[in-house]
C-alpha cells in the first residue's frame, strides 16, 4: 500500500511539474532566439531585447539591454517570454500574466498594439531601418550645395527650441536668390529635414546618408545640404 501511494504521489508530483513548464520549443519558435530590436511605432525609443532559449520560472528567459527599462517602463515587470507554435509571442510578468504581446506583421516585423503605451516593435537587428536622426544629431554647420560641388548658403542648425522647429542661422555670404528666402528656423518631420523659410514654402530634405540630405524636388538641380 505504501509502495502505491508514493508512485501516485510521484504521478501526481510530475503531472503539476509539467503543467507550470514551458512547452519545449517547436522549430519555427526557435527562429527568433536572439537578439532583437525593441522600439515605439516612431522609432525614437530603442533598445535590445535578447529572448533565450533557457527555462525561467514562468516561459523562457528574457534580456534587456541597460537603459531599456528607462525608456519602456513596462520591461521592468517582465521575468519571461513564451511563444508556442501559430501563437502570439508574449512578454509575462511573475505571475504569468501577458504584458506585451506581438504577432509577426512581415517577415522579421512582430507588431504589439498595447494599451497605455501605443504600437510596439520587435524587428530583426540586420533587416530593420537606421534610426531615425534626432535634432542634437543633426545640430551643427551645414551648406547647401547645387549640384553637390556649388556652394550656394552656410548654415548652422541649432538644436535650440524656436516657435514649432529649431534655431536657424544663415552665414554670410548666402548667394542673393537664397538670402531673399530668408530660412528662418528648420525642424525634423517624419524622417525628413525641413527648412522653414520666411517667404515660401518649406525645404524638404531626405537622408542620403550621415553627412548629406537631399532636397526634394522635381527640379533639374539638384539641392542638397552637407555637413561642414
Known amino acids: 500500500m505504501l509502495r502505491i501511494v508514493v508512485v501516485i504521489a510521484a504521478l501526481i508530483f510530475a503531472s503539476a511539474a509539467a503543467a507550470q513548464s514551458p512547452p519545449a520549443l517547436g522549430e519555427s519558435v526557435k527562429e527568433v532566439l536572439g537578439a532583437w530590436e525593441f522600439s515605439n511605432a516612431e522609432r525614437d525609443k530603442i533598445c535590445t531585447v535578447d529572448l533565450k532559449k ?16 528607462t525608456l519602456f517602463p513596462l520591461v521592468n515587470e517582465v521575468v519571461g517570454w513564451t511563444f508556442e507554435e501559430n501563437d502570439l509571442l508574449r512578454f509575462v510578468d511573475a505571475e504569468g500574466k501577458s504584458l506585451v504581446e506581438f504577432s509577426e506583421v512581415e517577415d522579421g516585423i512582430y507588431e504589439a498594439p498595447t494599451p497605455g503605451v501605443g504600437v510596439l516593435f520587435l524587428q530583426n537587428p540586420a533587416a530593420a531601418a537606421p534610426a531615425p ?96
Open 133 to 228: 536622426a534626432r535634432p542634437e544629431d543633426v545640430a551643427g554647420d551645414w551648406t547647401l550645395m547645387r549640384g553637390g560641388n556649388m556652394p550656394l548658403c552656410a548654415l548652422t542648425l541649432a538644436a535650440t527650441p524656436l516657435r514649432d522647429g529649431f534655431a536657424l542661422t544663415v552665414k554670410p555670404g548666402c548667394a542673393e536668390s537664397l538670402a531673399r528666402v530668408g530660412f528662418a528656423q528648420w525642424r525634423l518631420d517624419r524622417g525628413e529635414l525641413v527648412l522653414v523659410p520666411l517667404h515660401g514654402g518649406a525645404w524638404r530634405f531626405e537622408a542620403a546618408d550621415n553627412t548629406t540630405w537631399r532636397r526634394l524636388s522635381e527640379g533639374t538641380d539638384q539641392i542638397t545640404l552637407v555637413r561642414q
Open 54 to 69: 533557457d527555462r525561467a520560472k514562468i516561459g523562457f528567459k528574457v534580456a534587456f539591454d541597460a537603459g531599456c527599462g
